[in-house]
């Protein structure tokens, strides 16, 4: 069956050529439980399909590179009888218009959560840490650009990922008539629900959500907070721009060199002692960045300041440098391979929960191919696609014969 792409959920070889561990037998009923617990929109009576049976096939079939719902239900068809049977299609497999109306009708939140959770239970756990890690969660917002509401605005999306898995740990939708700002809390119970707790968890964000109100809210449940200031305070910034830099010795410095350019990060922290600090709850911290860069012989330079709820003896400027970069991580290693690869832009998906459903689909795909030590995920997709494995019988082994 080398159409099948059922079998990405097999383990992928590495891109180092090192075959992966395979997946135990206990990790597929662990994505069946967590399946499961995605309730069920459809009224009960006259339920054809069942639903742990459909979410498995579109998960699969994301995870081998398809990008639109009509190439998941194109998937599903594809499969031979027996692997139909085994994941519960004995009757028959929907059509796809079947298949777009109960994806579109999920609750999205439940379904990234229990997605995450299953992700994150496969992950194996590093053998050792340095000395100074901490868990850094950046959070970032998405625009589908071609998902546009009735009213002809777009669907916007707010994420939180593990920089250190490349696990998308939460996402919410953005009310059509509001922001970021107010789903910055929802936000917040979905990343505690995966968790467990936020205690000690360093979120980064960009200067959107310089957000007294997020200052508060992330200390009183033990997490911290680095965001970058700009002009949306005018306050704060003018007193950070304020402060003695010149007699601020540098605390650490980046050379890198790549796409023809050089570039020099500089880090600056201080300490804010005085009564209060800054106009900022909860800040600890000063945090000043010079990015000098040379492209093509021509030299420019920029300034930006930040604050962390961190003090000194726990955010020492190589880890704030650290830090501060692994806020791309959310565009570089998420947003930009949703686009690239899986064609997210063009995506015309708009009804109910479907931007958010398909999106998430999209962040289990490429956090099962990080988790397995990808690098490049259109490859990896492309692998999955290459190399079938008939793994439903292990897949469906723990299935519910009674859904």
Known sequence: ??????????????????????????????LLHALAVVPDPRDPRGVRYPLCGLLAVAVCAVLA??????????????????????????????????????????????????????????????????????????????????????????????????????????????????????????LLDAVESVLGGLTGVLFVADALHTQTGHAREIAE??????????????????????????????????????????????VKAVTLATPGGITFPHAEQAV????????????SRETCYLTVSLPAADAQ?????????????????????RDVTFREDLHQARTGTGPAVIATLRNTAIGYHRTNGETNIARATRRANRRPHDLITAVTSSYPTTQ
């Open 1 to 30: 069956m080398t159409s099948s792409l059922i079998p990405a959920l097999a383990v992928t070889a590495s891109v180092s050529g090192t075959p992966q561990t395979p997946v135990t037998h206990s990790e597929h009923g662990g």
């Open 288 to 299: 000043r960045i010079t990015r000098t860069r040379i492209t093509n012989g021509k030299t």
């Open 317 to 337: 400027p190589a880890d704030l440098q650290d830090w501060i970069r692994r806020h791309w991580h959310i565009e570089n290693m998420v947003h930009h391979v």
């Open 65 to 186: 590179g398809a990008s639109s719902f009509a190439a998941i239900s194109d998937w599903l068809h594809d499969l031979d009888d027996h692997a139909k049977t085994q994941l519960g299609f004995g009757r028959g497999v929907p059509v796809g218009t079947t298949v777009w109306r109960l994806l579109t009708r999920l609750d999205a939140g439940l379904l990234t959560t229990a997605l995450a959770g299953w992700l994150r239970a496969r992950t194996r756990s590093a053998p050792s840490r340095p000395r100074r890690y901490r868990r850094v969660i950046a959070v970032d917002g998405k625009t589908l650009r071609g998902a546009r509401r009735s009213g002809g605005g777009q669907v916007h999306l707010l994420s939180a990922l593990d920089t250190s898995s490349g696990i998308v740990l939460a996402q919410v939708t953005v009310d059509a008539k509001s922001n970021e700002i107010p789903a910055f809390a929802p």
């Open 221 to 266: 449940r033990g997490a911290h907070l680095l965001v970058q200031v700009k002009g949306n305070q005018p306050t704060l910034h003018a007193q950070l721009k304020a402060l003695p830099w010149p007699q601020v010795p540098a605390g650490d410095r980046t050379r890198d060199r790549g796409h023809g350019r050089r570039e020099t990060r500089t």
